[in-house]
């Protein structure tokens, strides 16, 4: 199974299209309405260039009652056009790809369509395409390799407010985060915006992997407060997700990595 990190608060710079779910006759993808009717399906885009991949994981999806794929494409330049049209929940995204390459295609995506959310479904697994992943703000980075019910899983995972990463890419990103710590040539040459004791004791907990829920009881504050915090972390630090505030977190050594 692909490693699940709680990202509820990922998207609180944008507000509830992207965040929690939200209440009455609204789009709530994997979650539900006040009156307690079903959510609307979750909406999918898939984006491949090999034409029998995209079809496979349509077979795949449609099969899913609560995942709905509203469109394809077979490039970034087409995945963009296709997000800003069918505003998805959901965008699969591979890394690869002619004309326009995912990573680039991720950035583009999150201003036209910014209450997506984009899990990287690719064979790369280099590094540095994972790195550049969760800077240009995906929420979740898969190898290929998964079984066809992880895809599923990882779609509702990530509709609900988790970002996902592959076994095998989670070790390498470890690794790195440890090697992070010994090379002093990528440390800030300026220094960081300043973290009130508050954020910082907020941010050593998102780090290592907690949800708004356990922060705020282990710091006995609400549950509203470590989503204000948050979101103010974010802001400070002009980061998109929690994933990218981990790697913050171990670079500033904000949180050890043993």
Known sequence: MAMTWDAGADTERTG???????????HVPGGSTADGSHAEPIRVLVVDDHALFRRGLEIVLAAEPDIEVVGEAGDGAEAVDAAQ????DIVLLDVRMPRRGGIEAC???KEVAPSARIIMLTMSDDEA????????????YLLKEISTDEVATAIRAVADGQSQISPSMAAKL??????????DDERRLVPAP???????????????????????????????????????ILEKLQLHS?????????????????
């Open 16 to 26: 509830s299209a992207e965040g929690e779910h939200t209440v009455g006759a609204q």
């Open 85 to 88: 049209d069918l505003l998805p």
């Open 107 to 109: 950035t583009a995506i």
């Open 129 to 140: 395409d994972l790195y550049d992943a969760i800077k240009a703000g995906a929420t979740g």
């Open 174 to 183: 470890l690794t790195e985060f440890k090697s992070m710590i010994q090379r």
């Open 194 to 232: 300043r973290l009130t004791d508050r954020e910082v004791e907020v941010l050593r907990l998102v780090a290592t992997g907690k949800n708004n829920r356990d922060i705020a009881k282990q710091l006995f504050i609400s549950e509203n407060t470590v989503k204000n915090h948050v979101r103010n």
């Open 242 to 258: 929690r994933m990218e505030a981990v790697v913050y977190a171990v670079r500033e050594k904000i949180l050890e990595i043993h």
